[in-house]
């Protein structure tokens, strides 16, 4: 049991562990130009088509924008189309826009506008893969952690995808935790039906030396059983004497071989010296007051030091079948 509790701790500690671990960031593939490109393009558009310019907000706004760009996935971008005409088209709307932030003033409005639209039009097929912030080739610049270009990425950086496995990790942990209490059923059943152990209700007598001691077993498998006391004093008696002398269970004219392994308030474990055949397990159990029926129980530790083996004639047999007269 311990190290099962053990193995289910270990798997809920290593699930926690990559619960709370950041989400993995899987390159992306984008057509045409970036977001944050897109953005800051349409809001210069309307500033200039719909006389927005002369805004006395309008210089801060355009400055916010370039300050919020996520210029590392952008230089990404860039590298990936291998187009330096667009390079150079962007380079000189930002010099414009960037001037207009500082000044208030465009200087060529309707040439800026014509050079964003060639862009959006030379950058409409182009589809090329983004690596991640951390991935750039030129390691410039920090990420923005709020940039409006996710790529198709949420603010924060992380896929959707990565977050639908994320909230699959708490089923997964249960899954593991499940699968490994079932194999631990299925554990005790195996050892159950390959001991073939029975619930049942034997009279039987322990004979330890030279006490008799009259009582019930109340689970007979094919190596061992429970053996109860016919009374407490019978009991008692039997945590005194258990391990003092070579024992034998006797079971009408059935004689066994047994030794006491572990010691119990209520009850006894006894453990057989040769594993019982299928034929005298049966014989056994025909003779229960209660029908017998199947349990599931974990293994028993030894609790009892064994006896010295006898020197006797009959210390070499196990199970021996005597006359009923």
């Known amino acids: ?5 053990a193995g289910l701790l270990v798997v809920l500690a290593l699930g926690l562990c990559v619960g709370t671990g950041a989400p993995l960031r899987a390159a992306e593939v984008q057509c045409g130009p970036p977001l944050d490109w897109q953005n800051l393009s349409n809001l210069t558009r309307r500033l200039v088509r719909e006389a927005g310019a002369s805004e006395s907000d309008a210089p801060r706004t355009i400055s916010a924008e370039l300050r919020d760009m996520n210029w590392q996935r952008i230089r990404a971008w860039q590298g990936q189309t291998a187009r330096p005409d667009v390079t150079q088209l962007m380079k000189q709307s930002v010099e414009e826009l960037r001037n207009y ?8 409005p309707w040439l800026l506008i014509e050079k964003l639209d060639q862009i959006d039009h030379l950058a409409a097929e182009l589809c090329v893969e983004i690596p991640n912030a951390e991935q750039a080739a030129d390691g410039a610049g ?18 959707l995808a990565d ?3 994320l909230s699959l ?12 209490k079932a194999g ?9 039906w390959r001991n073939v152990r029975r619930a049942c209700d034997v009279s039987a007598t322990l004979h330890i030396g030279p006490y008799t001691l009259p009582g019930t077993i109340t689970l007979l498998g094919l190596r061992g059983c429970r053996f109860v006391g016919a009374d407490e004093t019978r009991q008692s008696m039997l945590a005194v004497v258990a391990g003092s002398a070579d024992a034998r269970l006797s079971i009408d004219e059935f004689q066994i071989n047994t030794e006491v392994v572990a010691l119990h308030a209520n009850w006894s474990a006894l453990s057989f010296d040769a594993p019982l055949s299928k034929e005298t397990h049966a014989a056994i159990l ?19 030091h064994r006896a010295p083996a006898s020197d006797g004639p009959d210390a070499g047999s196990q199970v021996e079948r005597t006359s009923l007269q």
């Not at 049991?1 to 509790?5: G, N, P, Y």
């Open 1 to 5: 049991m311990e190290w099962i509790r």
């Open 101 to 108: 932030a500082s000044t208030g003033q465009f200087s060529l």
């Open 142 to 159: 920090a990420p923005k952690l709020n940039s409006r270009a996710g790529f198709g990425l949420s603010p924060n950086g992380g896929t």
């Open 163 to 165: 977050y639908a496995r």
């Open 169 to 180: 990790l708490p089923l997964v942990v249960a899954l593991l935790a499940v699968a490994v």
């Open 184 to 192: 631990h059923i299925g554990l005790k059943w195996t050892q159950t």
């Open 286 to 304: 025909e003779r229960s007051r209660n029908k017998a029926r199947t349990v599931a129980l974990p293994p028993l530790e030894m609790a009892i």
